[in-house]
């Protein structure tokens, strides 16, 4: 069975702090999706990352896929009230998806 | 619509009543995905149809969940005698093909208590 965990859990944090979120496995997947979901919304896509060392950058978020692709970390810059929301990893061998459980992040003013 | 739709997006039944959860995907998606979130949870994976057949069902809870396509468009999952550890938020998602590196758009969810 494939397992994805995610930490921290929780995440409070005041405005401009730099934070890493961490999304781990034993298992190998091909590709790694990270997810950001806000309360009574379903989640949004930000990237997916399919190489093993692939680094992308989306604005201030920058997400990293491990170089045995078992692995992947997001880090945000400069944090801002509206990165406050539930940031999902998953991955998946075929189309569906796997998910961990998410790290719910607070971006206090 | 521009995105993925579903309704109710509240549903309160009480335990043993039937309910029926509506997903409509984006027009033109192949494939359509049902996940279940519970509370301080991510989705997991419920069943997964391309067009209107249901291609892998295996994570259905048990046989009180079922879920049909019969147009290949919009989607119905359905729960009967539902069970207090039914409640959740039940995500819909479509994408235009299948494949690992495929985005799937997800839909609001729909809420669901049991009393």
């Known amino acids: 069975t494939q397992l994805l965990e995610q930490s921290p859990q929780f995440l409070s944090i005041q405005e401009g702090e730099n934070l890493t979120v961490y999304c781990n496995s034993s298992s190998v997947f091909s590709s790694l999706q990270w997810y950001r979901q806000e309360p009574g919304e379903g989640p949004v896509l930000l990237v997916t990352?399919?190489?093993?060392?692939e680094v992308k950058k989306l604005k201030r978020l920058t997400f990293q896929f491990g170089d045995a692709r078992k692995d992947s970390s997001l880090h945000i810059t400069a944090a801002q009230p509206g990165d406050t929301g539930l940031y999902l990893c998953?991955?998946?061998?075929?189309?569906?998806?796997?998910f961990g459980k998410g790290t719910k992040l607070s971006v206090k003013p | 619509g521009a995105g993925v739709s579903q309704s109710p997006r509240y549903k309160v039944a009480k335990r043993g009543q039937d309910v029926a959860l509506r997903c409509d995907p984006i027009?033109?998606?192949?494939?359509l995905f049902w996940y279940q979130q519970a509370l301080g949870q991510g989705p997991e994976f419920l069943t997964y149809f391309q067009n209107e057949a249901q291609l892998d069902k295996s994570g259905l809870p048990s046989d009180r969940f079922f879920a049909e396509r019969p147009e290949g468009s919009v989607s119905t999952l359905k729960i009967q005698r539902t069970q207090q550890e039914d409640s959740a938020v039940y995500l819909c998602?479509?994408?235009?093909?299948?494949?690992?590196?495929?985005?799937?758009?997800f839909g609001p969810g729909t809420r669901l208590l049991v009393l």
């Open positions: 990352v399919v190489t093993g060392g």
């Open positions: 998953a991955g998946g061998s075929q189309g569906n998806l796997i």
């Open positions: 027009s033109g998606h192949v494939s």
């Open positions: 998602a479509s994408s235009i093909h299948y494949g690992k590196q495929e985005t799937q758009y």
